[in-house]
Nanobody, 114 residues
Framework: QVQLVESGGGLVQPGGSLRLSCAAS????????MGWYRQAPGKQRELVTR???????NYADSVKGRFTISRDNAKNTVYLQMNSLKPEDTAVYYC????????WGQGTQVTVSS
């Protein structure tokens, strides 16, 4: 069973930046399209960005131009660089395959507030 461990969240002011990391156990990671999802209070979990095994990326309109997903297959890790953060980015962020197939990790809380 693959385990996902997200980290890097925190409290940041509007306009600030954070870099999230997600470490996955198991070598199968290298062949999977990975994504970052988020769930705000009272809302459904949504996919915000994905990256294929070959490095092609796709972003939701709400984060396009501000967020950048990347991966290091040698480290079984996927990253999310978040710039120009807005209060509406506040959520718990998770990584998983796209479509999701593995058990969810604990997520990492991102709070954007002044």
């Amino acid at each position: 069973q693959v385990q996902l461990v997200e980290s890097g969240g925190g409290l940041v002011q509007p306009g600030g930046s954070l870099r999230l990391s997600c470490a996955a156990s198991g070598s199968i990671f290298n062949f999977k399209t990975m994504g970052w999802y988020r769930q705000a209070p009272g809302k459904q979990r949504e996919l915000v960005t994905r990256i294929t095994s070959g490095g092609s990326t796709n972003y939701a309109d709400s984060v396009k131009g501000r967020f950048t997903i990347s991966r290091d297959n040698a480290k079984n890790t996927v990253y999310l660089q978040m710039n120009s953060l807005k209060p509406e980015d506040t959520a718990v962020y998770y990584c998983n395959t796209v479509p999701y197939a593995w058990s969810w990790g604990q997520g990492t809380q991102v709070t954007v507030s002044s």
